[in-house]
């Protein structure tokens, strides 16, 4: 089983007093494909406080089986989520973040988690896009005033050249 974060959650629903995701996007176990994956049919179990779905990829056709574990109390808002979502079989090409997202610029972060995800979908043409949107925008977080509005290019074979400059 593979632990999904909860941002892969499209859309949250109550079942049975209980908060459950109505969608999740991410990677097929089987194929591979960024997919948004229903889950229908839930069943509870109280003794464990889980509740267990099957998904349906929408391009291979494969099932895969979800768990919920310890879902938030229906009746308040404010506990909408869960303790764990995972997913079995564990999905092939899962690339997690190397850096904590939040201790960073919310524009890098933003940029860094497109990346991210072009990557695990197979995107090559965005993730590539997306990488160079990271590093100019690494770059200007540490240049900061000094970052210069030349090509990405001229600034980094500029910086390279000074001392100050540690990678």
């Known amino acids: 089983m593979y632990q999904l974060s909860l ?7 109550t079942w049975n007093n209980m908060w459950i995701p ?3 996007d991410t990677l097929c176990p089987h194929c591979g494909r960024l997919a948004n994956l229903s889950l229908t049919a ?9 509740v267990s779905t ?4 929408p391009g291979c056709g494969k099932t895969s089986h979800i768990w919920i574990v310890e879902p938030g109390d229906g009746r308040d808002s404010s506990k909408r989520g869960c303790a764990q979502l995972c997913i079995f079989p564990q999905p092939r090409i899962i690339r997690e973040p190397i850096v904590a997202p939040d201790k960073i610029d919310p524009a890098l972060a933003r940029a860094y988690q497109s990346a991210l995800a072009a990557y695990n979908a197979g ?3 965005p993730c590539a896009s ?6 100019e925008g690494l770059v200007k977080s540490l240049l900061g005033d000094n970052a210069s509005k030349e090509p990405l290019f001229q600034q ?11 990678v």
């Open 7 to 13: 941002s892969t959650v499209a859309a949250w629903q």
């Open 22 to 24: 109505t969608s999740i």
């Open 42 to 50: 839930q069943s509870h179990d109280p003794q464990r406080n889980t």
């Open 54 to 57: 099957s998904v349906r990829c």
């Open 123 to 125: 995107l090559w043409t």
């Open 130 to 135: 997306s990488c160079r949107r990271t590093l």
């Open 156 to 166: 980094l074979k500029s910086q390279l050249t000074q001392p100050h400059f540690v």
